[in-house]
């Protein structure tokens, strides 16, 4: 019994000491800081990539490179007209119509292939170049946001459009991103001023 009586008092003076251990470490522990407030921003994206200058001189350059490729497609196509009223004055037996059609389908197969390389290193160039500038843009918006003491930017969704289907309007409505901010935390006009200063100065 009395055995059982010490044991009780051990284990009770050792929980004593664990609490008083334990409040003593929380006492030295230094305070947690207090949770930095949530400040958000909103930015147009699709304003950016249209009215940033950078962006219109590289669609008005993909645009050249576009009629250019189209001029080219057309004189090789006039090549081919011109083998092909070539063909028609000849006979089909001869060995000068033979040349002629075989020449004639090489430069079809010539056109085609260098049609269909030229326009997918078109769509390749332009999305490396849209990938540069969304990287570009997204450090503007990161430095403008952080000058104006904002931890957080969310994109913000232009006008709907307008559509006589429901289905389309719906759809729109779906996919908006964002119901409601204030005029004063849209970024845009702050970034896309900026985007074009460093562009003008020859940054990007």
């Known amino acids: 019994m009395r055995k059982a ?19 003593h470490l929380r006492a030295q522990a230094p305070a947690a800081p207090p949770a930095r407030e949530a400040r ?14 950078r962006a219109k001189d590289l669609l008005a350059q993909l645009n050249e490179k576009r009629q250019a490729l189209a001029a080219e497609d057309e004189q090789r196509s006039k090549a081919i007209d011109a083998l092909q009223a070539e063909l ?5 037996d001869s060995a000068e119509y ?10 079809q ?15 390749r160039q332009h999305r490396l170049l849209t990938m540069d500038m969304y ?7 990161a ?16 006008a709907l459009v307008d559509t006589d289907e429901t289905l389309e309007l719906l759809a729109q409505i779906r996919s908006r991103k964002l119901l409601y901010s204030d ?14 200063a460093a562009y003008r100065g020859g940054t990007p």
């Open 5 to 23: 009586q010490a044991y009780v008092l051990l284990t009770a003076v050792c929980l004593t000491v664990g609490l008083v251990f334990l409040t």
């Open 40 to 53: 958000a921003a909103v930015c147009d994206m699709q304003i950016l990539f249209t009215e940033y200058t």
């Open 88 to 92: 028609n004055g000849l006979k089909p």
């Open 98 to 107: 033979e040349a002629r059609r075989a020449q004639a389908e090489r430069q």
């Open 109 to 123: 197969i010539d056109r085609a292939v260098a049609m269909q390389y030229a326009e997918s290193d078109l769509r």
């Open 135 to 141: 990287a570009e843009i997204s450090k503007v918006v």
């Open 143 to 158: 430095a403008v946001a952080q000058e104006r003491g904002f931890n957080l930017v969310f994109y913000r969704d232009g």
């Open 183 to 196: 005029n004063s935390l849209d970024i845009t006009s702050d970034v896309l001023t900026r985007l074009n």
